[in-house]
T-cell receptor, first 117, second 115 residues
Framework: GAVVSQHPSWVICKSGTSVKIECRSLDFQATTMFWYRQFPKQSLMLMATSNEGSKATYEQGVEKDKFLINHASLTLSTLTVTSAHPEDSSFYICSARDNREVQETQYFGPGTRLLVL | AQTVTQSQPEMSVQEAETVTLSCTYD???????LFWYKQPPSRQMILVIRQEAYKQQNATENRFSVNFQKAAKSFSLKISDSQLGDAAMYFCAYKEALYGNKLVFGAGTILRVKS
């Protein structure tokens, strides 16, 4: 149980284009999902908290217009990197909070590697 | 603000032996949750173990156990009978119980397992 998928796992795009990453909770409903960014050998950096049916909450320093988040259903959140540039190249990870658990454990997707040329 | 500190950037252990990874945290809350996550080379984050602060008993999951010292704000992870598949980056994480949505992560510890 508590499986989270992410698609795509790998994406290469040209500078200036937009890229959409999907995060799905496969066997549970998630009112809240999270988007992280991770650089090699570093910890996870929270970008935003995605809430089903409402606007995402962005962390300080994260550009809302650049990283668009949509949480349209209890099992799907999407992150769109708009007008991507090489500095946006990174590993993006989503997680979903299992509402059934008191501890509200976050379960993570396998991540998406983005390379912007 | 809460902080999580993992003071060991890298650790090594011989296969079949035991290793302990350290984690300390800073909080003024009395009710919270603590987690250890494992990130192998595939970079998939995997939940290893979790602990509720109100429980005095240390959590255990097979070969993984924690030493939770609430007064000292310490939450170490012990891996017994280490296996090659345990090689990974390990992250300690904290979450407030009542009002917190976010996980606060430590910097991580790279664990190497020698055969």
């Amino acid at each position: 149980g508590a499986v989270v998928s992410q698609h795509p796992s790998w994406v290469i795009c040209k500078s200036g284009t937009s890229v959409k990453i999907e995060c799905r909770s496969l066997d549970f409903q998630a009112t809240t999902m999270f988007w992280y960014r991770q650089f090699p050998k570093q910890s996870l950096m929270l970008m935003a908290t995605s809430n089903e049916g409402s606007k995402a909450t962005y962390e300080q320093g994260v550009e809302k217009d650049k990283f668009l988040i949509n949480h349209a259903s209890l099992t799907l959140s999407t992150l769109t990197v708009t007008s991507a540039h090489p500095e946006d190249s990174s590993f993006y990870i989503c997680s979903a909070r299992d509402n059934r658990e008191v501890q509200e454990t976050q379960y993570f997707g396998p991540g998406t590697r983005l390379l912007v040329l | 603000a809460q902080t999580v500190t993992q003071s060991q950037p890298e650790m090594s252990v011989q296969e079949a032996e035991t290793v302990t990874l350290s984690c300390t945290y800073d909080t003024s809350e009395s009710d919270y949750y603590l987690f250890w996550y494992k990130q192998p080379p595939s970079r998939q984050m995997i939940l290893v173990i979790r602990q509720e602060a109100y429980k005095q008993q240390n959590a255990t999951e097979n070969r993984f156990s924690v030493n939770f010292q609430k007064a000292a704000k310490s939450f170490s992870l012990k891996i017994s009978d280490s296996q090659l598949g345990d090689a990974a980056m390990y992250f300690c994480a904290y979450k407030e119980a009542l009002y917190g949505n976010k996980l606060v992560f430590g910097a991580g510890t790279i664990l190497r397992v020698k055969s």
